[in-house]
């Protein structure tokens, strides 16, 4: 079974400009996560979907960072314009629908914002 | 509000010996889900044990278990008989009922086994 796909895995762009991430869960897995993971820290939900609906965006600084999934399949998250506070590991992660189920996680993309 | 509180930084132990990473939660949820991930150096995060908060027998895999306490809010993973690929980054999550798997994550621990 292949696992959670993501590209790119590393990224270095200078603040104020744009960067996008891709993710393509596993297949027959209908939530998709994006998290945040900064350095010394555990990761942080930005963003939930159910097929190609939101469930949760609460933590998703509206502002500069955009989501999408389109067709329920794969997803893409964009910054923009980037601070360097951005700077983090961005992980994508997908799982059966429901609470308590596992979570399989991608290899994640670093970002270096300079 | 939720919150997941790993106290040790790092730790490390002799391969072959025992270890237990300790976490306590705070929540006043009856009904959730606690679980233990591991996240080896450059590589993905994988599920290590999964605690469902209804049952009282402790969770078991292989080498790895863990110590629920649920009037103590604390869930510690005990690492039997440590191998040298036990070294990695291990992380308390905590997952609430009604969430839809929304995951609340400590800061992490940083194991190290020494050969």
């Known amino acids: 079974e292949a696992g959670v796909a993501q590209s790119p895995r590393y990224k270095i762009i200078e603040k104020r400009q744009s960067v996008a991430f891709w993710c393509n869960p596993i297949s027959g897995h209908a939530t998709l996560y994006w998290y945040q993971q900064i350095l010394g820290q555990g990761p942080k939900l930005l963003i939930q979907?159910?097929?190609?609906?939101?469930?949760?965006d609460s933590q998703l600084p509206k502002d500069r960072f955009s989501a999408e999934r389109l067709k329920g399949v794969d997803s893409t998250l964009k910054i923009q314009p980037a601070k360097l506070e951005d700077s983090a590991v961005y992980l994508c992660?997908?799982?059966?629908?429901?609470?308590?189920?596992?979570?399989?996680f991608g290899p994640g993309t670093r970002l270096t914002v300079t | 509000a939720q919150t997941v509180t790993q106290s040790q930084p790092e730790m490390s132990v002799q391969e072959a010996e025992t270890v237990t990473l300790s976490c306590t939660y705070d929540?006043?949820?009856?009904?959730?889900?606690l679980f233990w991930y591991k996240q080896p150096p450059s590589r993905q995060m994988i599920l290590v044990i999964r605690?469902?908060?209804?049952?009282?027998q402790n969770a078991t895999e292989n080498r790895f278990s863990v110590n629920f306490q649920k009037a103590a809010k604390s869930f510690s993973l005990k690492i039997s008989d440590s191998q040298l690929g036990d070294t990695a980054m291990y992380f308390c999550a905590f997952d609430r009922e009604g969430s839809q798997g929304n995951l609340i994550f400590g800061k992490g621990t940083k194991l190290s086994v020494k050969p």
């Open positions: 979907f159910q097929n190609n609906g939101v469930v949760d």
């Open positions: 992660a997908s799982s059966l629908v429901g609470v308590g189920y596992e979570q399989y």
């Open positions: 929540t006043s949820e009856s009904n959730y889900y």
């Open positions: 605690q469902e908060a209804y049952k009282q």
